[in-house]
T-cell receptor, first 112, second 110 residues
Framework: DGGITQSPKYLFRKEGQNVTLSCEQNLNHDAMYWYRQDPGQGLRLIYYSQIVNDFQKGDIAEGYSVSREKKESFPLTVTSAQKNPTAFYLC???????????FGDGTRLSIL | GIQVEQSPPDLILQEGANSTLRCNFSDSVNNLQWFHQNPWGQLINLFYIPSGTKQNGRLSATTVATERYSLLYISSSQTTDSGVYFCAVEVGAAGNKLTFGGGTRVLVKP
Protein backbone atom coordinates (compact mmCIF):
# COMPACT_ATOMS: atom_id res chain seq x y z
CA ASP A 1 0.00 0.00 0.00
CA GLY A 2 1.21 3.51 -0.75
CA GLY A 3 1.39 5.91 2.12
CA ILE A 4 3.33 7.70 4.82
CA THR A 5 4.66 5.68 7.77
CA GLN A 6 5.67 7.30 11.02
CA SER A 7 7.39 5.42 13.81
CA PRO A 8 7.22 4.89 16.66
CA LYS A 9 3.60 5.77 17.55
CA TYR A 10 4.63 6.61 21.13
CA LEU A 11 8.03 7.80 22.34
CA PHE A 12 9.35 8.78 25.73
CA ARG A 13 12.35 11.02 26.25
CA LYS A 14 14.49 11.52 29.28
CA GLU A 15 15.78 14.95 30.21
CA GLY A 16 18.86 15.90 28.17
CA GLN A 17 18.33 13.16 25.61
CA ASN A 18 18.03 13.49 21.84
CA VAL A 19 15.40 11.37 20.10
CA THR A 20 14.72 10.76 16.42
CA LEU A 21 11.29 10.34 14.86
CA SER A 22 11.06 8.40 11.62
CA CYS A 23 9.00 9.35 8.55
CA GLU A 24 9.02 7.23 5.40
CA GLN A 25 6.87 7.62 2.27
CA ASN A 26 6.49 5.42 -0.80
CA LEU A 27 4.34 7.86 -2.77
CA ASN A 28 7.31 9.17 -4.77
CA HIS A 29 6.57 12.64 -3.42
CA ASP A 30 9.23 15.32 -3.75
CA ALA A 31 8.32 17.43 -0.74
CA MET A 32 8.12 16.40 2.90
CA TYR A 33 7.14 18.30 6.05
CA TRP A 34 7.18 18.05 9.84
CA TYR A 35 4.49 19.63 12.00
CA ARG A 36 3.96 19.86 15.74
CA GLN A 37 0.53 19.83 17.39
CA ASP A 38 -0.05 20.82 21.01
CA PRO A 39 -3.26 19.81 22.81
CA GLY A 40 -6.30 21.72 21.58
CA GLN A 41 -4.37 23.60 18.92
CA GLY A 42 -3.68 23.52 15.22
CA LEU A 43 -0.51 22.28 13.58
CA ARG A 44 2.67 24.37 13.29
CA LEU A 45 5.42 23.81 10.72
CA ILE A 46 8.83 22.77 12.06
CA TYR A 47 10.87 21.97 8.92
CA TYR A 48 10.19 21.19 5.29
CA SER A 49 12.14 19.81 2.36
CA GLN A 50 11.33 20.18 -1.33
CA ILE A 51 14.22 18.12 -2.66
CA VAL A 52 16.85 15.64 -1.49
CA ASN A 53 19.75 17.19 0.44
CA ASP A 54 17.88 20.45 0.95
CA PHE A 55 15.53 21.63 3.71
CA GLN A 56 14.24 24.89 5.21
CA LYS A 57 13.18 26.01 8.66
CA GLY A 58 9.52 26.46 9.37
CA ASP A 59 7.93 28.60 12.05
CA ILE A 60 9.22 26.71 15.12
CA ALA A 61 12.54 25.10 14.13
CA GLU A 62 14.48 25.88 17.32
CA GLY A 63 15.50 22.72 19.17
CA TYR A 64 14.89 20.46 16.16
CA SER A 65 17.04 19.13 13.31
CA VAL A 66 16.31 17.17 10.13
CA SER A 67 18.07 15.46 7.25
CA ARG A 68 16.94 14.49 3.75
CA GLU A 69 19.48 12.02 2.39
CA LYS A 70 16.87 9.97 0.51
CA LYS A 71 13.72 11.03 -1.31
CA GLU A 72 11.52 8.68 0.72
CA SER A 73 12.87 9.52 4.19
CA PHE A 74 12.76 12.69 6.34
CA PRO A 75 13.72 11.96 9.98
CA LEU A 76 13.23 14.57 12.70
CA THR A 77 15.55 14.81 15.72
CA VAL A 78 14.22 16.46 18.84
CA THR A 79 17.31 17.72 20.63
CA SER A 80 17.88 18.47 24.30
CA ALA A 81 17.69 22.16 23.37
CA GLN A 82 13.93 21.77 22.85
CA LYS A 83 12.69 22.56 26.35
CA ASN A 84 9.07 21.62 25.84
CA PRO A 85 9.07 18.65 23.48
CA THR A 86 5.88 16.97 24.69
CA ALA A 87 3.54 17.10 21.68
CA PHE A 88 2.03 15.18 18.78
CA TYR A 89 4.32 15.19 15.73
CA LEU A 90 2.93 14.76 12.23
CA CYS A 91 4.82 14.18 9.01
CA UNK A 92 3.39 15.02 5.58
CA UNK A 93 4.39 14.78 1.96
CA UNK A 94 3.25 16.21 -1.37
CA UNK A 95 4.10 16.39 -5.02
CA UNK A 96 6.32 19.41 -5.62
CA UNK A 97 4.46 22.63 -6.25
CA UNK A 98 0.99 23.69 -5.25
CA UNK A 99 -0.38 20.26 -4.45
CA UNK A 100 -2.29 18.83 -1.47
CA UNK A 101 -0.36 17.48 1.49
CA UNK A 102 -1.00 13.98 2.86
CA PHE A 103 -0.25 13.08 6.47
CA GLY A 104 1.09 10.12 8.42
CA ASP A 105 -0.57 8.87 11.61
CA GLY A 106 1.76 10.79 13.92
CA THR A 107 4.12 10.15 16.86
CA ARG A 108 3.24 11.15 20.43
CA LEU A 109 6.34 12.27 22.34
CA SER A 110 6.37 12.58 26.13
CA ILE A 111 8.97 13.51 28.71
CA LEU A 112 9.77 11.00 31.47
CA GLY B 1 2.45 36.15 8.83
CA ILE B 2 -0.99 35.15 7.64
CA GLN B 3 -3.74 34.66 10.21
CA VAL B 4 -6.26 31.83 9.87
CA GLU B 5 -9.36 31.90 12.07
CA GLN B 6 -11.99 29.20 12.31
CA SER B 7 -15.48 29.46 13.75
CA PRO B 8 -17.19 28.28 15.77
CA PRO B 9 -14.51 26.79 18.04
CA ASP B 10 -16.91 24.12 19.28
CA LEU B 11 -20.06 22.63 17.81
CA ILE B 12 -22.48 20.07 19.26
CA LEU B 13 -24.92 18.51 16.82
CA GLN B 14 -27.73 16.05 17.03
CA GLU B 15 -27.32 13.19 14.57
CA GLY B 16 -28.99 14.10 11.29
CA ALA B 17 -28.47 17.85 11.66
CA ASN B 18 -26.74 20.09 9.13
CA SER B 19 -23.96 22.57 9.95
CA THR B 20 -21.58 25.11 8.45
CA LEU B 21 -17.99 25.69 9.53
CA ARG B 22 -16.16 28.85 8.54
CA CYS B 23 -12.49 29.65 7.84
CA ASN B 24 -11.32 33.26 7.43
CA PHE B 25 -7.81 34.16 6.33
CA SER B 26 -6.04 37.51 6.40
CA ASP B 27 -4.18 37.56 3.10
CA SER B 28 -4.15 36.10 -0.40
CA VAL B 29 -3.40 32.39 -0.52
CA ASN B 30 -2.30 29.99 -3.21
CA ASN B 31 -4.48 27.16 -1.98
CA LEU B 32 -6.63 25.92 0.87
CA GLN B 33 -7.18 22.47 2.36
CA TRP B 34 -9.82 21.15 4.77
CA PHE B 35 -8.92 18.25 7.08
CA HIS B 36 -10.76 16.07 9.59
CA GLN B 37 -8.77 14.88 12.60
CA ASN B 38 -10.38 11.82 14.14
CA PRO B 39 -10.20 10.93 17.86
CA TRP B 40 -7.04 8.85 17.22
CA GLY B 41 -5.24 11.88 15.80
CA GLN B 42 -5.29 10.85 12.16
CA LEU B 43 -5.54 13.80 9.80
CA ILE B 44 -7.71 13.02 6.79
CA ASN B 45 -7.82 15.13 3.64
CA LEU B 46 -11.33 16.35 2.88
CA PHE B 47 -10.91 19.00 0.22
CA TYR B 48 -8.21 20.81 -1.70
CA ILE B 49 -10.10 23.90 -2.75
CA PRO B 50 -8.37 27.16 -3.75
CA SER B 51 -11.64 28.51 -5.14
CA GLY B 52 -15.11 27.42 -6.11
CA THR B 53 -17.24 24.61 -4.73
CA LYS B 54 -16.60 20.90 -4.36
CA GLN B 55 -18.76 18.10 -3.00
CA ASN B 56 -17.90 14.68 -1.62
CA GLY B 57 -20.87 12.74 -0.33
CA ARG B 58 -22.45 14.54 2.62
CA LEU B 59 -19.64 17.09 2.74
CA SER B 60 -19.14 20.10 0.53
CA ALA B 61 -16.85 23.11 0.59
CA THR B 62 -16.84 26.57 -0.94
CA THR B 63 -13.89 28.97 -1.10
CA VAL B 64 -14.32 32.64 -2.05
CA ALA B 65 -10.68 33.65 -2.42
CA THR B 66 -11.43 37.28 -3.27
CA GLU B 67 -13.26 37.66 0.06
CA ARG B 68 -10.77 35.50 1.98
CA TYR B 69 -13.02 32.83 3.43
CA SER B 70 -13.99 29.21 3.00
CA LEU B 71 -17.00 27.26 4.25
CA LEU B 72 -17.35 23.56 5.01
CA TYR B 73 -20.87 22.12 4.99
CA ILE B 74 -21.80 18.93 6.79
CA SER B 75 -25.23 17.56 5.92
CA SER B 76 -27.14 14.80 7.71
CA SER B 77 -24.39 14.52 10.32
CA GLN B 78 -23.38 11.13 11.72
CA THR B 79 -21.54 10.23 14.91
CA THR B 80 -18.50 9.34 12.81
CA ASP B 81 -18.29 13.01 11.79
CA SER B 82 -17.12 13.84 15.32
CA GLY B 83 -13.59 15.16 15.64
CA VAL B 84 -11.74 18.35 14.83
CA TYR B 85 -11.98 20.08 11.47
CA PHE B 86 -9.03 22.17 10.35
CA CYS B 87 -8.57 24.50 7.45
CA ALA B 88 -5.04 25.23 6.29
CA VAL B 89 -3.83 27.75 3.76
CA GLU B 90 -0.81 27.72 1.51
CA VAL B 91 1.21 30.91 1.18
CA GLY B 92 4.40 31.90 -0.54
CA ALA B 93 5.81 31.28 -3.98
CA ALA B 94 8.28 28.57 -3.00
CA GLY B 95 6.80 25.36 -1.77
CA ASN B 96 3.41 24.74 -0.27
CA LYS B 97 3.88 25.53 3.40
CA LEU B 98 0.61 25.23 5.26
CA THR B 99 -0.62 27.56 7.99
CA PHE B 100 -3.39 25.98 10.07
CA GLY B 101 -6.35 27.51 11.83
CA GLY B 102 -7.20 26.58 15.40
CA GLY B 103 -9.86 24.08 14.38
CA THR B 104 -13.55 23.50 15.04
CA ARG B 105 -14.30 20.68 17.49
CA VAL B 106 -17.44 18.85 16.44
CA LEU B 107 -19.39 16.40 18.58
CA VAL B 108 -22.30 14.59 16.96
CA LYS B 109 -24.65 13.02 19.50
CA PRO B 110 -26.76 9.95 18.64
Amino acid sequence: DGGITQSPKYLFRKEGQNVTLSCEQNLNHDAMYWYRQDPGQGLRLIYYSQIVNDFQKGDIAEGYSVSREKKESFPLTVTSAQKNPTAFYLCASSIKGHQPQHFGDGTRLSIL
Amino acid sequence: GIQVEQSPPDLILQEGANSTLRCNFSDSVNNLQWFHQNPWGQLINLFYIPSGTKQNGRLSATTVATERYSLLYISSSQTTDSGVYFCAVEVGAAGNKLTFGGGTRVLVKP
